[in-house]
T-cell receptor, first 114, second 114 residues
Framework: GDSVTQMEGPVTLSEEAFLTINCTYTATGYPSLFWYVQYPGEGLQLLLKATKADDKGSNKGFEATYRKETTSFHLEKGSVQVSDSAVYFCALRENGGSQGNLIFGKGTKLSVKP | EPEVTQTPSHQVTQMGQEVILRCVPISNHLYFYWYRQILGQKVEFLVSFYNNEISEKSEIFDDQFSVERPDGSNFTLKIRSTKLEDSAMYFC????????????FGPGTRLLVL
């Protein structure tokens, strides 16, 4: 079945460092891909998404490109801030037909130190 | 900004007891979901609900689970006879007028079964 694999955490970075969180997926069709973020004490919030190959999703300085050839959707940010400390979840949703339940990775905890 | 709310934030129960987790989705949304995350594991889809009936459910969602929209605002998840392995964070989500739209998540209910 469909699945998402993302890098294990926790990831600890200094402020202004470059961030990459790897995410790869397995899907039978052509899924939409998502990054959700969970700040402490809050729910999952959509960070960005891409619905087809070569699309780039971006938001709040974060970017991820849908790479069909490598089945990847890696999250990047050029300069992280302390306020980016959170848990990041990669997810996919199969397109076409169904109500579209999300399939998540395990989540990667990011801590950014001043 | 409208948001999904969940109550309670934490619940402790004895094995074999019934629990009801409550969610108030965003008011004009039509699709509702429950997910759960066992500590250290992936966020897993449980069930989706549309037009007053279940539209999809996972293998996890067995006869011990049920969902209901008892009125125009609440969406509940009932576990009839809790097991130790039901201990998890339970997330409610809703999406708008199409199953393909972004899902908005609540902050979760942490359930501990003793």
């Amino acid at each position: 079945g469909d699945s998402v694999t993302q890098m294990e955490g926790p990831v600890t970075l200094s402020e202004e460092a470059f961030l990459t969180i790897n995410c790869t997926y397995t899907a039978t069709g052509y899924p939409s891909l998502f990054w959700y973020v969970q700040y402490p004490g809050e729910g999952l919030q959509l960070l960005l998404k891409a619905t087809k190959a070569d699309d780039k999703g971006s938001n709040k300085g974060f970017e991820a490109t849908y790479r069909k050839e490598t089945t990847s959707f890696h999250l990047e940010k050029g300069s992280v801030q302390v306020s980016d400390s959170a848990v990041y979840f990669c997810a996919l949703r199969e397109n076409g037909g169904s109500q579209g339940n999300l399939i998540f990775g395990k989540g990667t905890k990011l801590s950014v130190k001043p | 900004e409208p948001e999904v709310t969940q109550t309670p934030s934490h619940q402790v129960t004895q094995m074999g007891q019934e629990v009801i987790l409550r969610c108030v989705p965003i008011s004009n949304h039509l699709y509702f979901y429950w997910y759960r995350q066992i500590l250290g594991q992936k966020v897993e889809f449980l069930v989706s609900f549309y037009n007053n009936e279940i539209s999809e459910k996972s293998e996890i969602f067995d006869d011990q689970f049920s969902v209901e929209r008892p009125d125009g605002s609440n969406f509940t998840l009932k576990i009839r006879s809790t097991k130790l392995e039901d201990s998890a964070m339970y997330f409610c989500a809703s999406s708008g007028t199409s199953g393909g739209e972004t899902q908005y998540f609540g902050p979760g209910t942490r359930l501990l079964v003793l």
